[in-house]
């Protein structure tokens, strides 16, 4: 069985940096595409940052790009994202997905077979 279990998160200022980690047990990744998906309270979920650690592709959402980082260890099989220049809306529950073999990466919701339990990031100003 495949979990996804997330770690990381937290609270900073604005200007400030917090990182996440998902560490896959049950598969390896480095076929798939992973990413990190966030959600703010009364939005919808939106794509941060994905990944396929095969070729090391990546992609970034709008809001995100040079601010945001995704890597993976493919030893440890777990991927990361490095959040800097945190904005107050960069606040929402982050979540990150595997989907399984494609790979490349879809970087739409529907496309992600498994999730993370999702950690909370606050950034205040």
């Known amino acids: 069985q495949v979990h996804l279990v997330e770690s990381g998160g937290g609270s900073a200022q604005a200007g400030g940096t917090l990182s996440l980690s998902c560490t896959v047990s049950g598969t390896t990744i480095v076929t798939s595409c992973v990413g990190w998906f966030r959600q703010a309270p009364g939005k919808e979920r939106e794509a941060v940052a994905g990944l396929v650690p095969l070729g090391g592709h990546t992609s970034y959402g709008d809001s995100v790009k040079g601010r945001f980082t995704i890597s993976q260890d493919s030893a440890k099989n777990t991927f990361y994202l490095q959040m800097d220049s945190l904005k107050p809306e960069d606040s929402g529950m982050y979540y990150c997905?595997?989907?399984?073999?494609?790979?490349?990466?879809?970087?739409?919701?529907?496309?992600?077979?498994?999730w993370g339990q999702g950690t909370q990031v606050t950034v205040s100003t």
């Open positions: 997905a595997a989907d399984l073999g494609r790979g490349y990466c879809d970087m739409r919701e529907g496309s992600f077979g498994l």
